[in-house]
């Protein structure tokens, strides 16, 4: 494929991911209000709805200078980050698995994986609605893949039966039920090797990572599990074989 040719599909890939960035900014904010994802956007400051040349991902928040047209309130620095860390991790995932379909099928995970560490870090719950949605990207894996349907179907129990014994023992003190589901869906997707490789990878960050918030930002001892392994699940998915063959 010709440079220019790639570089273009690479630039609508990138803005496709911004425009699916922006969805997530309404995810994150009502599925744990319970609130329906279809209405209208609007100002969380003075209601007025959004027109649609105010809803350029990114864009729109650069020209308003981070202000409601209406009312001059901030907008939180949130909406144009979460969309642009969406438009790169659509590239990443593009770069790093070439154009396929299993490069979709990764970029709808990491948008899911996105929702999920904003909304856990935030109320220390994973929505259930999250969890089926990658538990239906696991079914489409399995069905991409089906010459490794056994790998997928044992991934799908190989971590969460283990957090599901250890759930059940400490009584949810030690693991989260929402963290358990997210693996189970996560092994589903990427069968058992990477699932393993995904919940080491993401138990050695939330160690890692939460020891320097605790240090430098006085962040409390209680860490939410579902940022960690959801990098984890990403990395794994997009480098995990090269790392396993490097180990071995």
Request: glycine fraction near 10%; charge should be positive; charged fraction near 15%.
């Amino acid at each position: 494929m010709p440079v220019y040719i790639l570089i273009l599909l690479y630039i609508i890939i990138f803005l496709y991911g911004t425009v699916i960035g922006s969805f997530l900014n309404v995810c994150i904010y009502r599925i744990p209000k319970k609130e329906s994802l279809l209405p209208h956007s609007h100002c969380m400051n003075c209601g007025c709805k959004l027109h649609w040349y105010d809803m350029f991902p990114v864009f729109s928040y650069i020209l308003l200078r981070g202000r409601c047209r209406n009312c001059k309130a901030r907008i939180s620095l949130q909406y144009p980050l979460i969309e642009a860390f969406n438009g790169i991790s659509y590239l990443i995932v593009f770069m790093a698995n070439g154009i396929s379909m299993e490069s979709v099928l990764y970029c709808l995970m990491a948008s899911a994986l996105l929702v999920i560490s904003v909304i856990d870090e935030r109320t220390f719950e994973i929505p259930v609605v999250l969890n089926l949605f990658l538990f239906g990207l696991g079914i489409i894996s399995c069905i991409i893949d089906r010459a490794h349907l056994t790998e997928h179907l044992i991934g799908m129990v190989s971590v969460s039966l283990a957090l599901y014994l250890l759930y059940v023992i400490s009584g949810g003190r030690a693991i989260g039920g929402g963290d358990v589901k997210l693996m189970g869906a996560g092994g589903l997707i990427l069968g058992w090797k990477l699932i393993i490789l995904a919940f080491f990878t993401g138990c050695i960050l939330g160690a890692f990572i939460h020891v320097l918030r605790m240090k430098f930002s006085k962040a409390e001892r209680m860490l939410a599990m579902g940022p960690y392994l959801s990098a984890g699940i990403l990395i794994a998915a997009l480098w995990g074989d090269r790392m396993i063959e490097w180990y071995l």
